[in-house]
Structure formats: structure tokens, C-alpha cells
């Protein structure tokens, strides 16, 4: 049967101060017996008959298991949520699902994302970088149209890709311990300090590259 809405509880209450019974007002209203005298025991006992605040479900982590999975993920950028589950018992001994240690890790605004792969970047490597793309601002669309870029995404559709997750906050993509450190050009001398650039300029049937390492 249906549940009272406020103005249905005040309408079943008024039928009651006019002298019908109990089972009378609960065929009208459409509920059960149960529910007419329960609103009448809530009414004596609180003075009103909205619903009483109720408290949710218990939470199976303490407030310091909580911080200890923010410590531990801001240590270990790349640990993932399964494994924090299985290394913490919750209240009365329980397990934690992995859900639960990421919404506890969302209150302090860390989330799951890709992290950034490359070099971890210095003060200078910074600052030359911007002197780069300072010096290049006003190339052309036909400028940019031969230089061959190293850094496609991929894209799989039909099962996990198996990619490292870190947890950081929005501003931390950058930052030292957020930074999978990969060297893309293994084939080559190259120390993690400079950028290439290829560019390529067709000529007949065939076509020339130039490769530019920049020095950062």
C-alpha cells in the first residue's frame, strides 16, 4: 500500500478528530491499520507527524583508518584502492570494498587518473620549454602541418588496458611524485633533458625528415 504524504497525514488525522475509527480512516486513505496507528503514536510522542532525521547506515571505517588512507595514497601515489582494502579490517572486523576507500580518498579531492609519462621536469626544463613555445607561437597551420608529433593517444575498446592509475588533485598532473618517469626515446642518445622535433618536407616521391633536438 502506499506511503502518507505530509498533507495525507494531516487529512487522516482530521477524519480521527472527527470520531471515525482507526479501520474506518484506513479504507479511506487507502493504507493499512498499522500505518493510521502508528501516525497516532508519532503525534503523541514527538507533537508532529513528519519524519524524524535518521541517522544512515553506520560507517564501517573510523575517522583515523580514514586518514590513514589519504597518508598512504599521498606516500604512494600509485597504490591502488584494492589493495588498501585488503590491508585495513573495518569496524567489528569487516572488510572494506574498494568503493569505500575511494570515496573516502574523494573528500580530500584525490582521484584515480592517468598519470602523466615522461621526464620529470626541472625549474630550467620548464623555463626553456616556455621560451620554446614562446619562439613557435606564431607558426602557421602550413608550419605545424609538417612536424610529426610523438605522443598519440591509444584506445581500446574491448578490455582494460591495464594503465598504472595515480591519485592526485587537479593541479598535481605535474608534480614529482605524480610523474611516471619513461624515456620515449630509448633508441637514441637521449638523457631525459631535450625535445625532438621531426619535421618533414615532401620532395618527389620521397620524404626528408629533420629531426631538431632542443636542448631543455
Not at 493499512?32 to 553506520?58: A, K, M, Y
Not at 588512507?69 to 588498501?84: I, K, P, Q, Y
Request: positive net charge.
Amino acid at each position: 500500500m502506499p506511503c502518507l504524504s505530509e498533507v495525507d497525514r494531516h487529512r487522516a488525522l482530521g477524519l480521527l478528530q472527527a470520531g471515525l475509527p482507526i479501520g474506518e480512516v484506513s479504507l479511506r486513505m487507502n493504507v493499512n491499520r498499522t500505518t493510521i496507528f502508528r501516525l497516532t503514536q508519532r503525534l503523541h510522542e514527538t507533537d508532529t507527524v513528519s519524519d524524524q532525521s535518521c541517522s544512515g547506515r553506520p560507517r564501517c571505517t573510523t575517522q583515523r583508518q580514514d586518514r590513514n588512507f589519504v597518508r598512504n595514497h599521498m606516500n604512494n601515489r600509485f597504490l591502488s584502492v584494492s589493495a588498501s582494502s585488503r590491508q585495513t579490517r573495518g569496524r567489528n572486523n569487516q572488510r572494506i570494498s574498494a568503493n569505500t576507500v575511494r570515496k573516502r580518498l574523494s573528500t580530500s579531492s584525490l582521484r584515480d587518473r592517468r598519470p602523466y609519462i615522461g621526464p620529470i621536469l626541472t625549474q630550467r626544463h620548464r623555463h626553456q620549454r616556455t621560451l620554446w613555445a614562446q619562439e613557435h607561437a606564431a607558426w602557421d597551420r602550413i608550419q605545424w602541418r609538417s612536424v610529426v608529433f610523438s605522443d598519440e593517444s591509444r584506445f581500446c575498446i574491448d578490455h582494460a588496458d591495464g594503465r598504472v592509475r595515480v591519485w592526485r588533485r587537479s593541479s598535481e598532473r605535474y608534480q614529482a611524485d605524480c610523474v611516471r618517469e619513461h624515456d620515449r626515446w630509448s633508441g637514441a642518445s637521449f638523457d631525459g633533458t631535450s625535445m625532438c622535433c621531426c619535421t618533414g618536407s615532401p620532395r618527389g616521391a620521397h620524404t626528408l625528415l629533420a629531426v631538431a633536438c632542443l636542448d631543455l
